[in-house]
T-cell receptor
Framework: SQQGEEDPQALSIQEGENATMNCSYKTSINNLQWYRQNSGRGLVHLILIRSNEREKHSGRLRVTLDTSKKSSSLLITASRAADTASYFCATARAETSGSRLTFGEGTQLTVNP | DGGITQSPKYLFRKEGQNVTLSCEQNLNHDAMYWYRQDPGQGLRLIYYSQIVNDFQKGDIAEGYSVSREKKESFPLTVTSAQKNPTAFYLC????????????FGPGTRLTVT
C-alpha cells in the first residue's frame, strides 16, 4: 500500500502566492521528510519533522505534522518561479529497523512568473 | 547532488542485455540505496545496504542485483529478467541512524529498446 500520498498531484500558482501541499500516510512514523526534485535531477532534502513535533520552519518553508490524522503539509510562502519542481514527502516508519524511507508520488508545483 | 556521483547520465541498451549503473559517494556514509522512478511517479526502493558486504531487497528487487564491496560504491545491475527496465534510476546515501536524511545523486536515465 502507498505510505505517502501527496495532494494535490499538480498545483499551478502565480509568483508571490503561497503554495500548500499535503501528504497522508498510513502507519506510525519516526519522522516525515520533504524533498524537492527539479525535472530530470536528483532529489534534494528540504526539511524533516519528527513524530513528536507539530510544526517546523526553514526560511520560506513551513511544515506541519498531525500524527492523529496521519498527515503533513508543506507551505511555501511568497513563491518564486525557481520553486517550480516536484515535491515529495517521505516517511521513516516506526516499526521498521534501519534507514528506509517510503516516498509518496509527489506534487508537481508550477510557479508562473 | 554533491557528494554522490552516478554515471552515465544517459544509458541505452538492447533488450536482453545486462547493464550496470554506477553509484559512488565520498560522504563517508554507511547506508546506500537504489530507487527507480517512472514518469510522473514517486520513488520505489529497489535495494539498500546499511553496511559493506550486506544489502537487503526493497519493494521491487526482482530483475535487479547489487553488490557492496566498498563503502563508497554500490553498483546496480539491471538484468535481462527485469521486464520493464526503462526508467530513471536514483542512488542515495545516508548515515544509518539518527535523522536518516538521504542525499541523492543526479540519476541515470536508462532506455532499453
Amino acid at each position: 500500500s502507498q505510505q505517502g500520498e501527496e495532494d494535490p498531484q499538480a498545483l499551478s500558482i502565480q509568483e508571490g502566492e503561497n503554495a500548500t501541499m499535503n501528504c497522508s500516510y498510513k502507519t506510525s512514523i519516526n519522522n516525515l521528510q520533504w524533498y524537492r526534485q527539479n525535472s530530470g535531477r536528483g532529489l534534494v532534502h528540504l526539511i524533516l519533522i519528527r513524530s513528536n513535533e507539530r510544526e517546523k520552519h526553514s526560511g520560506r518553508l513551513r511544515v506541519t505534522l498531525d500524527t492523529s490524522k496521519k498527515s503533513s503539509s508543506l507551505l511555501i510562502t511568497a513563491s518564486r518561479a525557481a520553486d517550480t519542481a516536484s515535491y515529495f514527502c517521505a516517511t521513516a516508519r516506526a516499526e521498521t529497523s534501519g534507514s528506509r524511507l517510503t516516498f509518496g508520488e509527489g506534487t508537481q508545483l508550477t510557479v508562473n512568473p | 547532488d554533491g557528494g554522490i556521483t552516478q554515471s552515465p547520465k544517459y544509458l541505452f541498451r538492447k533488450e536482453g542485455q545486462n547493464v550496470t549503473l554506477s553509484c559512488e559517494q565520498n560522504l563517508n556514509h554507511d547506508a546506500m540505496y537504489w530507487y527507480r522512478q517512472d514518469p510522473g511517479q514517486g520513488l520505489r526502493l529497489i535495494y539498500y545496504s546499511q553496511i559493506v558486504n550486506d544489502f537487503q531487497k526493497g519493494d521491487i528487487a526482482e530483475g535487479y542485483s547489487v553488490s557492496r564491496e566498498k563503502k563508497e560504491s554500490f553498483p546496480l545491475t539491471v538484468t535481462s529478467a527485469q521486464k520493464n527496465p526503462t526508467a530513471f534510476y536514483l542512488c542515495a546515501s545516508s548515515t544509518p541512524s539518527g535523522s536518516i536524511k538521504q542525499y541523492f545523486g543526479p540519476g541515470t536515465r536508462l532506455t532499453v529498446t
